[in-house]
């Protein structure tokens, strides 16, 4: 089963490559800038805040939807598409951030995406 905090090895991810200010992109267009990331190992993510589009929201994508980082375009490609994102569990970040249950409730989302199956 794949872990979906830990960076795929194809990704192009580079240990220790700060990724804020990152634009990052859905299978179907942009949803925002990195705001925050962690390379935590086994809990890798990324907090993207995703000013207008879901009305300034953040929302937070395991390391693992991340199909391929391209800091030449200053770009995070991810493999989900907008409306997957918009539809995940809300994130609060003084709540959600560094809680087990919530990268459960997380995990069990996006592994049920069809693209996962």
Same mark, same amino acid.
């Given at each position: 089963? /794949?872990?979906? !905090?830990?960076?795929?090895?194809?990704?192009?991810?580079?240990?220790?490559?700060?990724?804020?200010?990152?634009?990052?992109?859905?299978?179907?267009?942009?949803?925002?800038? /990195?705001?925050?990331?962690?390379?935590?190992?086994?809990?890798?993510?990324? /907090?993207?805040?995703?000013?207008? !589009?879901?009305?300034?929201?953040?929302?937070?994508?395991?390391?693992?939807?991340?199909?391929?980082?391209?800091?030449?375009?200053?770009?995070?490609? /991810?493999?989900?598409?907008?409306?997957?994102?918009?539809?995940?569990?809300?994130?609060?970040?003084?709540?959600?951030?560094?809680?087990?249950? &919530?990268? +459960? +409730?997380?995990?069990? &989302?996006?592994?049920?995406? +069809?693209?996962?199956?």
């Amino acid at each position: 089963m /794949v872990n979906l !905090w830990i960076y795929r090895e194809t990704s192009g991810r580079l240990a220790g490559t700060d990724l804020t200010g990152c634009k990052v992109e859905a299978l179907d267009g942009s949803i925002g800038k /990195v705001d925050k990331h962690s390379d935590e190992a086994a809990a890798s993510y990324l /907090v993207v805040d995703t000013g207008p !589009w879901i009305f300034g929201k953040h929302v937070l994508l395991p390391a693992g939807t991340v199909s391929l980082v391209d800091m030449d375009e200053h770009r995070i490609h /991810v493999d989900l598409t907008k409306e997957q994102i918009k539809s995940a569990p809300e994130f609060d970040a003084e709540k959600h951030l560094g809680d087990p249950q &919530y990268h +459960s +409730s997380l995990s069990g &989302y996006y592994r049920g995406m +069809s693209h996962r199956a």
